[in-house]
């Protein structure tokens, strides 16, 4: 048996990136000996797991992002997946839709963006609109994006958890990286000897890419994301409805999603949070990271180059079910407080702030060097893009180990 203390490449990080990346290594360096380690003691725990399960198409970013280099690819590489694999796949598209005239210039911009990306994104009018879901609200026009869909994320991470151990990546749960010293990485499970570390750990890789000397000038802000579930039958709705983000935001505002199930659900929120595992009350809580996270917000609302302050108000109101339950009405016709009662598993976005320039990281980012490599940015659509995404960040570190 293989010393657990010793490996070619350390992937820090169960999650959508870290295994698809562990897989993208194993894939160009057959003969590496490469270990995964996960702090929890389940994979999909956190952000992957707790994914809202769409699969996006890639017109939301400009051309220049990584955001749209991997996405379009992301998400057929996905759907090819979950075939295969026999995994539940729902392929029921997407409307973005103008709540007023003021948001025509935004969906022209999103279709713009699709064109130049390469994607699948049709231009409706409202007769067309009614014909496909006779509920919706949209003014003259909408977008349909029919290579929208949704997965089960968790199974999605599972699979690939089975993939990577398959192909005998090592995978240890229960593991938590605790720091770096002296070359080695100390965990809960004892001391590694890694020749090369990746960083893939979601909420805390701006805490650990600083041991290596990275993410001087960003850090992570988290997110609450909460969706409201509808007691209507499943496929009362058949698709996706989402508004016109503002796109000044790498949040895509409150829509309509289509679980796997079938069930509507209406979300998510983009909550300030107060430490980075806030869930559900006092659970994780931190006071050394509720005091470093409290003091970035203050700072923001005194400081920022956006307007934080109107966005931590707006994104608080949603808490209140009735206002969530209003900011979806604007979309479809005949939503009721009544039908949406129940609050689904609330998730945490890892949102990276630069706090050069006081402004929320928009695409994804990266830094590294010839020992190490950190993804500090892996906000959505990571996990539609991640396979690509995983390919790039194996080719980056190829670059920097030769």
Known sequence: MRDFKRCDFLIIGGGIIGLTT???????????????????????????????GVLHAGFYYTAESLK???????????????????????KCGKLVVAKTEEDLAGLDELYRRGQSNGINLLEIDVKQVQEIE?????????????????????????????DAQAMGIRCKTGTKYLNRR??????????????????????????????FGFARHYKILPFKGLYL???????????HVYPVPDLNYPFLGVHFTIAIDGRIKIGPTAIPAFWRENYTGLSNFNLGEFMEIMFSELNLLLNSNFDFKKMALTEIKKYYRPFLVKQASYLLEGVKPENYTKWGKPGIRAQLLDTRKKKLVMDFCLEGDEKSFHVLNAVSPAFTASMPFADHICGEIEKRIQ
């Open 22 to 52: 562990a897989l993208a290594l194993k894939r160009k360096f057959s003969d590496a000996d490469i270990l995964l380690i996960e702090k929890e003691k389940e994979y999909a725990s956190h952000g992957s797991g707790r994914n809202s």
């Open 68 to 90: 749209a280099k991997f996405t379009k690819k992301g998400n057929e590489l996905l759907r090819d997946y979950c075939l295969e694999k026999g995994l539940p796949l729902n």
């Open 134 to 162: 006779p509920k919706v609200r949209t003014v003259d026009r909408a977008l349909l994006s029919p290579d929208t869909a949704v997965i089960d994320p968790s199974q999605v991470v599972w699979s690939l958890v089975s």
């Open 182 to 211: 002296n070359g080695r990485i100390n965990t809960s499970s004892g001391t590694i000897e890694a020749g090369y570390v990746i960083n893939a750990a979601g909420l805390y890789a701006d805490r650990i890419a600083r041991d």
């Open 229 to 239: 579930y509808s007691d209507l039958p499943p496929e009362t709705l058949r698709l």
